[in-house]
């Protein structure tokens, strides 16, 4: 080996040496599933507050359904 070639171990060799190749073609700028695992307690807090949501909404709509004798009136016996 030339002891007078250029190595990276205590500086960076010159030249652009960037990470490219076959693939740069296929890359994309973002990606969805990095996206969700930095965003996941976001996600799960609107999946929660989606699943409450819809369960008072169809606890409302079954309410109203019944005859205005059946519904509840907000007195205590």
Known sequence: MNPDRPSNL?????????AH??????AHEMS????ETT??????????AGVLGWKLLKNKRT???????ERKTGTYD
């Open 63 to 69: 309410e109203y359904a019944k005859s205005p004798s």
């Open 32 to 35: 969805i599933e990095l996206w």
């Open 10 to 18: 205590f500086e960076p060799v010159g030249g652009g040496h960037g």
């Open 21 to 26: 190749g076959i693939f740069d073609s296929r």
């Open 39 to 48: 965003h996941r307690g976001w996600l799960a807090a609107a999946g929660t």
